[in-house]
């Protein structure tokens, strides 16, 4: 079965750092999906890649697909203490399938 | 954009008692709704596709009788966890897909206490 592992697990930075959040999938990705996570709480979409080298960017938020690689990178420029939280990547399964796998997450501690 | 109600936000109930949660799509319909488990500090577990009129079909090692699912409309599914355990304590999530694409919406999610 598709696993999606993401590194790092965890990550602490300083205020005003850039980071990259990467997320491997076992197998030929077809889709990727980017959320963030608050503690005790829901999903929150941030945005999603289709085709291979698709990039996205959603204010200091930047995100990547490698389909060569089966990679996708999250990058955030100058972090701020709003971006702290947990983050998934999801991804369907295979290709036209309504089931979804996640990320083993990520979580980012900005510190002010 | 689509939106995903899901109540209760917390809920406590004692062992052996069973507790729903609902998982509502506002302003669209979802054929198909999807309910995940998250234990404390891991990522989401899919437990078992809800098909609005048809059987839900569960993941491996997921108990049919414990966790009931029903998808009567298309607008609506609740998780019914019966007879509840401490170890059922968990983070539940619910989501709907809207439309042909794969975008899917996410719940607020459930935090269940079994105590």
């Known amino acids: 079965s598709q696993e999606l592992e993401q590194s790092p697990q965890s990550l602490i930075v300083q205020e005003g750092k850039n980071l990259t959040i990467n997320c491997t999938s076992s197998k030929t990705l077809y889709g990727l999906y980017w959320y963030k996570q608050k503690y005790g709480e829901g999903l929150i979409f941030l945005m999603m890649?289709?085709?291979?080298?698709e990039e996205k960017s959603h204010e200091k938020i930047t995100a990547k697909l490698d389909e060569k690689k089966q990679q996708s990178s999250l990058h955030i420029t100058a972090s701020q203490p709003s971006h702290a939280g947990i983050y998934l990547c999801?991804?369907?399964?295979?290709?036209?399938?309504?089931?979804?796998?996640f990320g083993t997450g990520t979580r980012l501690k900005v510190l002010a | 954009g689509a939106v995903v109600s899901q109540h209760p936000s917390w809920v406590i109930c004692k062992s052996g008692t069973s507790v729903k949660i609902e998982c509502r799509s506002l302003d669209f319909q979802a054929t198909t709704m999807f309910w995940y488990r998250q234990f404390p500090k891991q990522s989401l577990m899919l437990m078992a596709t809800?098909?609005?009129?048809?059987?839900?079909?569960?993941e491996q090692g997921v108990e049919k009788d414990k966790f009931l699912i029903n998808h009567a409309s298309l607008t609506l599914s609740t998780l019914t966890v019966t007879s509840a355990h401490p170890e059922d304590s968990s983070f539940y999530i619910c989501?709907?897909?809207?439309?042909?694409?794969?975008?899917?919406?996410f719940g607020s999610g459930t935090r269940l206490t079994v105590v």
């Open positions: 890649l289709q085709k291979g080298g």
């Open positions: 989501s709907a897909r809207q439309g042909s694409t794969y975008g899917y919406t």
């Open positions: 809800s098909n609005e009129g048809s059987k839900a079909t569960y």
């Open positions: 999801g991804a369907p399964a295979t290709s036209g399938t309504y089931k979804y796998i």
